[in-house]
T-cell receptor, first 113, second 112 residues
Framework: SQTIHQWPATLVQPVGSPLSLECTVE??????LYWYRQAAGRGLQLLFY??????ISSEVPQNLSASRPQDRQFILSSKKLLLSDSGFYLC????????????FGNGTRLTVT | TQLLEQSPQFLSIQEGENLTVYCNSS?????LQWYRQEPGEGPVLLVT?????EVKKLKRLTFQFGDARKDSSLHITAAQPGDTGLYLC????????????FGKGTLLTVNP
């Protein structure tokens, strides 16, 4: 069966510090991978998606970047965090066909102080 | 830009009551997914509906896709505290997954 791991679960970082959130998927190959941000327990905003190694598409211009160094690894980074980067970050994967459902990790609660 | 409006945004009910959550749009979607999210966790898929007029049942939950594929509803019968969570509807456009449209969610609290 497929599993998705996301870490850390919570993170408190000062403004201006770097960020690295990691996500790995097991039990599937060539997945689509996604980073979402959720504000105040409401709707999700797509930040980045990837259809293959080294292929990253950004949906929203921001202080963040993403990388996919391996087929089942997706990393969200920032060189210098802003207060506005605080939020709940969710990694997800899907198969590459039609409107396939998303499978989410358990998220990272990021607080920038 | 496609939008999905969910209503109500918040709902607090007593155990045993029935409820309906609505998801509406002016756009046509090829599919509609419903997720439930519990605090501190990622959303979990409940159901996908793909055919206009389709009705799917998941125990006490009934999902319906509108005939024109522009709206959907979720009805819960005899709600239980375990139903508490954020319910999200997500519209698919039939192309790549990254074009999914998310509603803002309905936060349901079922009080014992």
């Amino acid at each position: 069966s497929q599993t998705i791991h996301q870490w850390p679960a919570t993170l408190v970082q000062p403004v201006g510090s770097p960020l690295s959130l990691e996500c790995t998927v097991e039990g599937t190959s060539n997945p689509n991978l996604y980073w979402y941000r959720q504000a105040a327990g409401r709707g999700l905003q797509l930040l980045f998606y990837s259809v293959g190694i080294g292929q990253i598409s950004s949906e929203v211009p921001q202080n963040l970047s993403a990388s996919r160094p391996q087929d089942r690894q997706f990393i969200l980074s920032s060189k210098k965090l802003l207060l506005s980067d605080s939020g709940f970050y969710l990694c997800a994967w899907s198969v590459r066909s039609g409107d396939s459902p998303l499978h989410f990790g358990n998220g990272t609660r990021l607080t920038v102080t | 830009t496609q939008l999905l409006e969910q209503s109500p945004q918040f709902l607090s009910i007593q155990e045993g009551e029935n409820l309906t959550v609505y998801c509406n749009s002016s756009s046509v979607f090829s599919s509609l997914q419903w997720y439930r999210q519990e605090p501190g966790e990622g959303p979990v898929l409940l159901v996908t509906v793909v055919t206009g007029g389709e009705v799917k049942k998941l125990k006490r939950l009934t999902f319906q896709f509108g005939d024109a594929r522009k709206d959907s509803s979720l009805h819960i019968t005899a709600a239980q505290p375990g139903d508490t969570g954020l319910y999200l509807c997500v519209g698919g456009s039939g192309g790549s997954n990254y074009k999914l449209t998310f509603g803002k969610g309905t936060l349901l609290t079922v009080n014992p």
